[in-house]
Structure formats: structure tokens, C-alpha cells
């Protein structure tokens, strides 16, 4: 019901006391939140609507035309009727708000004066919008069914758990039993198992009946049918129960029947152990029978109870069937052998798959990281199996009857060349074994080989980069070379042509004099060929690469590309570590072949049955080295001599001695490398004391210096400081120490061993006698050098750095007043070379110093 009254002048509006302000805010606050809640829905978008109404409302009324001011009236003049109606504006803060309700108001007033109420036409008083619940009786029911449930179904589980782990440890309690030997007192007292306990269990053969064992056993059996029976009935109803009705909440009958089947499986599994006891009980009588009836010796032979003994059950077999008879230890080694031949060929599968995929994302890129994990493959492995699973997978990958891919072929070198270095030469030299021989059989029927079949190419191929990453000599090429020639066709000219186009230029750096009586013997068998053969025009195409490999003209060979193998070396030398390298192998094509029948003398501790007159002197020596103890490697000439020179410590006598007793600095640098050892100053230090006190500059030590600063940085850095001491302590060497220090300096600095800076430790401006002497000794043979261009090269390289201008400043000053002033010491044709020469210098460091 709305209860409307008559609009009366209003009284102009006053500021709001604070009371009536918070009064508002509380009144405000209350009808915000029971909009709120009305509709739990849109109750925030309910809120906001009517705070709009009511910011709408306040403009409207803020629009309106003000009025005139009511007249005021005084309390005494106001009627009590109106008083009680509450028609009298209320201007007094201090006001209270009336005790009585509308309907007392109502009665009091007279009839003239009571508030008119009626209902509004077409509309409803709206019902307040409660939060929608359901019967909270319906949902503690249905939590208590839920709950019910779970708990029947618990309690099922937990009984079907009980059951299983009762069944298994019966079991084991059976097993147990039956290895004791207890099965026959289950059902008795505890005296019987007492009894077994102090050894009269023999006494119960007497007092036990076995017609009673029968009855009992007869009861269980058939307990144990009817059990069986009513689970199969009650199974089949509780299936038909399950589909028809639905399932009911657990009550006291339910529980009843729960407990009542617990006790029918406690039933259950007596029985159950009863028939196993049983069962055992017959078996164990049956072990006691036949081990009454046979017994074994101390040698394991089955007899009697008379002591005669039985012949063996499979011995009486191979009788019968004609076979060999196999003795019992035979036969458990050829059952382990075939266990392991299964297992050895599971590995070797497991193995062969690891391999192949390395070898699969074999690239450039990841190059160092297969040969790592190849090498790991044959820490883990045996050396034959991984040997002959690489074999196989290089030989599915690479040789095949089309032309293989050429960096394929170099990538997979490089892996070989790496894994030769790292884990031993007797890895290289099985896989050129294995080439070597596959190309001896192509080339036996080179005739009848095809000229689309690209497998003797591809072996071609592979032959020539095993070279190029040093894995053997240039000798077991060019032989190969001349036993293509030997058999000259279109099939061997095309693999003579591939050499040519792969390794020719190389083979001419490498050995000039060899390359040319190669070349002369392949001219020779070309002009013995027939006119069909010289017609050919590949035969003409060779002859012309050949001599443009002669001339040295790299522009006639077309999609000649050494870069990426020169990359690929670069890239090797970077892979090894711990000082490794490749060890070249020096064998021939007549070693390979006869492998077989003489042996690998080029694997340490190999058999040898061929004569050591038809190897190499390198092969010879090496030999006799291995034959040798350490010890006796050395001569007692040689040590006494490495004690005069000082070598107290064991590393520093072996580099002297293998300097001394060298054939040449590639055999001592060869060898000194094999020492492995870590400090490389040792080495430095022991190569300039010998080049020092020699009575006249010898070169070989420049040489073997030179050798080792091309080989690592770390040997150039060591000769580098081994110089610098030496340079430090130049007032205690002789003149004929400092002329050979002096020649040795000059050597490497010209062959860019080190650079001219190695001689920024001289301290220009006190020069002494010897320094003096040292520095003029130096300068001259630099500058009166045969070699003019390595003379500028080697100053173009300091005058690159601007950190050493002073060094360059004094080097100038040095060449215009000690070494031009002096020219008269020298001939004429010297004085005019040393003239120009400086002259040329001077202006150099002076061009770049501006």
C-alpha cells in the first residue's frame, strides 16, 4: 500500500547539520545494500541505476521555480492536531521523530482530517526478491545418501583388499611350511609342533590315523564345492539385481550380511589352506620316496639304496637315439654360450643403432660434437665391435653404386682422422686396410666393372682424403696411382682423373720428385696404350689436367675448390686436444695386402712374420725402439752428455737426447711430441741451449724451433719468454753463444716463427758491450738476408702495431747511427745493399708512424 498526503508549501532548503549528514549517508548506504541483495544476479548494475534516479531526481528539483517563503509560526500557535499529524515542518535540529505509528495518529484525529489510502489502479505491491534456496531437508538427505554410498563402497574395497592380501600370505605361509617341513601338524596342537621342534616327529607315524586324514580332507572338499556353488548363485542374482533396481542405502541388514560374508571368506581361506596343506603334504611324500629310493654321491652320481650306481637319464637317451653323449659341465657351457651369443647379438644391434644415428646428423656444424660421442661409443665398447660396425655403416653411406656426395665424403674423413688421433693409429689403419683391399679386388675386375657403377670412384675418393687429413703417406698414393695406370680403360682413367682433380696440386707440395716420376710413368703407359684408348676424349681431359697440375695452373681444373678442405683441417687441428695429432702411417700397398699372412707391424704388439730387410729405414728404427727397453733407448755416450750439459730432470734428458740422436727435425719434432709432455718451455729451453753451444750456427735447430711454433701457439709464446730470458742474461754468454743466439733469432723471425718485437726487451738506451754487439750482430744478418721479401714482411708486421713506437723509434736510431756509420766495416756490394736497405726500413716505420 502507498500512503499519499497533501502537498503542502515547502520551506526554502537549509544546510544540513552534520548529525542529518550522516543520518543520510547510514539511509543511503542501507537502501544501496538491499537493492544489492535483491537480485544477487545484477545486484551492482541495480545500485548504480538507482544512484542515477536519485542524481536525476535531485536536478529536477533543483530546476523548479523557488517559492515563497512559508511564514514561520511560532510552537504556542501550532494546533496539536497538526502536531500529532506531522504536517509542521521541522526546522529544529534537535527534533525526535514520534513514538506513535500511522494508525494511532489515524484514530486520533478527527474524521475531516485523516489521511485519504487507496490502492494504485493496474498495479501490484511487488514481493521481495529473496535468494532462491532449495528444501534444506532434501539436500541433508541426499548428502546422507551420498555418504552412505561412499562408505558401502569403502568398506567393499577394504574387504576385497583383505581378501587378496590374505590369499598371498597364506601362500607364502604354505610355501614356507612346505619348505620346513610342518604342513602334517597344521590342524594339531601346539605339543606336535613342540615335538618337531626336539626331533620326535617320527613318533606321529604311530599315534596318527590315516583314515582319519581321509575323512577330514573328503569334509573340506566338499565345503569347499558348496562354497563355490552359492558365490556362483549369488553372483548371477547380485547381476540381475544390479541392472533392475537401483541401489539402496546402506541399513543394520546390510551390515548383518557384510559380516556374515566375512565370516564365509574366513571359511573360505581355511579351506583353502587346508587343500594346499594337503596338496604339499602329497608332494613332500613324493620327494621323501624318491629320495629314498635314489641318492647322490660325493661326485654328484645318482644310486641306489644298495649303493650301485644309476646311469645318467640323458646319457641312457643319446644311447638310444645314436648321438654323442655331451659330459654335464659341456653342456652348461654351451647353454651359456648360446645365452650369450643372444645376448652379444642384442648388443651389437643396440650398438649398431647408435652409430647409424650419429652418423645421420653428421654435418659440419656438429662435427666436433659426433666425433665426441663416437669416441665415448668406444671407451664403452669393444674396439672389434665398434671397428666393424663403423666399417659397415661407411660402407651402406658412402659406397655405393652412385656418385657420392664429395663433402659427405670429407666430413666423414675428418670423424676418421679425428677418432685416428684420439683413440689410436690402429683405428685409421683398420679402415685403410679395409679400403685398400676393397680397391685391389675393383681394380682385379676393373674390366668387367660398368662406368655408371660409381663404387670404385667413390672408394677412389675416399683413398684421397684419407691423404689430405694425413692418415697415411703420399707413397701409398702414388702406388695406387701406378696400379691404376698399370691397367689402363675408361674406368681407370675416370679414377685417375678424380686423383688428379682431388689431391694433384698437393701431391706436387708435398713431394715435386716423386709427382714428376709419376707422372712420367702414367705418360709412359698412356703412349703403350692402344689407338682406341688414346681417343678417348677423357684420356685427352686427364692428360691436360695432368699437365696443368705440372705447370701449376689451378684455373684449368674446373670446380677446383681447396678451400673447404684447407677449412676442414683448420677445423680438425682445432678438434684435437691434450696436445693430440694425427700420426701419419708410413705403409705400403704390399703391407696391406699381405696383412693377412705376415701381420700388422704397424700396430704395437702385433705379430710379425715378415723380414725387416724389406721395410723402411723409418720402419726399421721404430722397430727396434719398441724391441728396446726405455731405458736402453738412449746410448751411455748420449747421457753422459746431456749430464755435462745439465739436463738434471728425466724430461729435459729425453728432449736432448732425442734432439742428438734424431735423423732429422721432423723425426725429433715427431718424437718429442709422443713425449706428451705439459710444460712447453722444457722444450723451448732445451732447443736454444743446444743451438747456443754448438761451436758454429747450425740450422736444425731453427728448423725444429720453427716446426713447434707452427704446430701450436702455446710452443711460439714458450720461445718467445725463452728468448727474453736469454736476452736478460745476454752479459753472461760468450761472442760465439751470442753470433748462434743471433742466427737462431734471425732464422725465425724471417720464416715468421716470431716477430722482430721479440726484441723490445733490449734496452736501447743503455746498450752495453755484448748488447751492443748482440743487437749489431742480429741487424746485420736480417738486413744482408738473401730473402728481401720475408726482410720487409717481417718489419711490416711491427709497424701494424702502434703500441710499439717506441720500439720502432728505437730501432731506426739504431740503423741510422750504429749501422750506416759503420758501412766501412763490411764489402762494397754489402755497404750498397745495407745502404738501400735502410734506407727502404726507415722509410716504412717513418710512413706508418705518421
Known sequence: MVKLKKKEAQAPKKPLSRKEQRKLKQERKKNNKRIYHADKANGAQRVAEAAAAAALAANKNGRKKKKPKKKQLKPEEISREELLAGEVDDDNDESIASDFSDAEVDARLPADRKVEIYEPVGKKPKKHAGIQRLDEMEVRKRELRQQKELLSKSRKQRLKKLKLENEEEDKEIAKLEKKLKLN????????????????????????????????????????????????????????????????????????????????????????????????????????????????????????????????????????????????????????????????????????????????????????HKISSGIETLYMKNSRYNMNETLTKLLQEALLGRSRSNERMVQEHMVLLAFLHAHIGSEIGAHFLQTFVEQFDGFVREIDALDVEDKRLNNLVLILCYMYIFKIYEQRLLLELIARLAGSLCEKSVECLLLIFQTVGFRLRKDDPLAFKNMMQNVQSQIAASPLELKENPRLRFMVDILNAVKNNNMSKLPQYDPELAEMLRKRLKGMLRNERYVVTLNITLEDLLRADKLGKWWIVGSAWAGNLAEMGTAQAEQEKQLQQPRGERYSEKLLQLAKKQHMNTAERRSIFCIIMSAADYVDAFEKILHLSLKDQRTVAYVIIHCALNERHANPYYAHLALKFCQYNRKFQLAFQFASWDRINDIETLSKVQIRNFASFLQQLILSAGLQLSVLKVVDFMQLHKLSFYFMREIMTRLLLSSEETQLYQAFERITKNSKLQQFKQSIRLFMQHFMLEKLEEHKEEQQQVLRQRIEHLDKLLAYVDL
Not at 214 to 219: I, L
Not at 244 to 261: H, Q
Request: aromatic share 4%; proline share 3%.
Open 184 to 367: 602334517k601338524t597344521k590342524d594339531k596342537n601346539r605339543s606336535v609342533r613342540k615335538m618337531f621342534n626336539d626331533g620326535l616327529d617320527y613318533l606321529l607315524d604311530f599315534v596318527l590315523d590315516d583314515e582319519e586324514e581321509k575323512q577330514k580332507w573328503e569334509e573340506k572338499q566338499r565345503r569347499k564345492k558348496e562354497l563355490k556353488e552359492q558365490q556362483e548363485k549369488e553372483e548371477a542374482g547380485m547381476w540381475s539385481d544390479d541392472e533392475d533396481e537401483p541401489m539402496d542405502l546402506p541399513d543394520e541388514d546390510s551390515e548383518t550380511e557384510e559380516v556374515d560374508g566375512e565370516n564365509d571368506l574366513t571359511d573360505q581361506s581355511e579351506m583353502e589352506e587346508d587343500a594346499e596343506g594337503l596338496e604339499s603334504n602329497s608332494e613332500v611324500e613324493l620327494e621323501e620316496t624318491e629320495k629314498t629310493t635314489y641318492k647322490e654321491d660325493i661326485y654328484g652320481r645318482r644310486i641306489d639304496a644298495e649303493g650301485n650306481i644309476l646311469p645318467d637319464s640323458a646319457e641312457v637317451d643319446a644311447k638310444v637315439t645314436g648321438q654323442k653323449y655331451i659330459p654335464p659341465h659341456q653342456r652348461a657351457l654351451l647353454a651359456a654360450n648360446e645365452n650369450s651369443s643372444a645376448q652379444q647379438a642384442e648388443q651389437l644391434a643396440r650398438l649398431q643403432k647408435q652409430c647409424k644415428g650419429l652418423l645421420n646428423r653428421l654435418s659440419e656444424a656438429n662435427l
